[in-house]
T-cell receptor, first 115, second 109 residues
């Protein structure tokens, strides 16, 4: 069974550009969550999608957006990149709502560097 | 507001000894708790979990303890091995997964 796949693994962008990251969840998983990890900040929750709808959103500016497709694949977009957006972006999939006591499974992450 | 807290950013332990990682939470509605292990440049991997109806769950060298009245859980690793050196995140399951800020464990050979 394939795990969570994130592409690309590494990305270098310049300030002001925009970027799109992709996440393919585990087959059968309908929930996809996105997290930002920076040194000393742990895993900061960005948003969660379930059945193509955003269900929860963290405290990030509107420059951070996402969407989920009918096959549960998800994309995250960051516009007008800032140096502080440099981080490891992690995607996690889970069975989602109604499935009690289940784990979230993470992808390898996308390392974004903004220069 | 951080609903799951790991107050120790780092921990060093001698190989063969016990490692104890702690986690506190604020929301009494959380009913499922998880620990993840993370190596640099990789995504976190699931380690062990516990339901709120239990107070202990054991899997090999790893044991998680839950104290609901104190809203506290801990992960015990015994004996600790150098390969256990990683960042450990605790998480609670509510309407989303809430993660702590992580504890970096170093096991000294």
């Amino acid at each position: 069974k394939a795990g969570v796949t994130q592409t690309p693994r590494y990305l270098i962008k310049t300030r002001g550009q925009q970027v799109t990251l992709s996440c393919s969840p585990i087959s059968g998983h309908r929930s996809v969550s996105w997290y930002q990890q920076t040194p000393g900040q742990g895993l900061q929750f960005l948003f969660e999608y379930f059945s193509e709808t955003q269900r929860n959103k963290g405290n990030f500016p509107g420059r951070f957006s996402g969407r989920q497709f009918s096959n549960s694949r998800s994309e995250m977009n960051v516009s007008t990149l800032e140096l502080g957006d440099s981080a490891l972006y992690l995607c996690a999939s889970s069975l989602g709502r109604g499935a009690a006591n289940t784990e979230a499974f993470f992808g390898q992450g996308t390392r974004l560097t903004v220069v | 507001d951080q609903q799951v807290k790991q107050n120790s950013p780092s921990l060093s332990v001698q190989e063969g000894r016990i490692s104890i990682l702690n986690c506190d939470y604020t929301n009494s509605m959380f009913d499922y708790f998880l620990w993840y292990k993370k190596y640099p440049a990789e995504g976190p991997t699931f380690l062990i979990s516990i339901s709120s109806i239990k107070d202990k769950n054991e899997d090999g060298r790893f044991t998680v303890f839950l104290n609901k009245s104190a809203k506290h859980l801990s992960l015990h690793i015994v004996p600790s091995q150098p390969g256990d050196s990683a960042v450990y995140f605790c998480a609670a399951s509510g309407n989303q997964f809430y993660f702590g800020t992580g504890t970096s464990l170093t096991v000294i050979p």
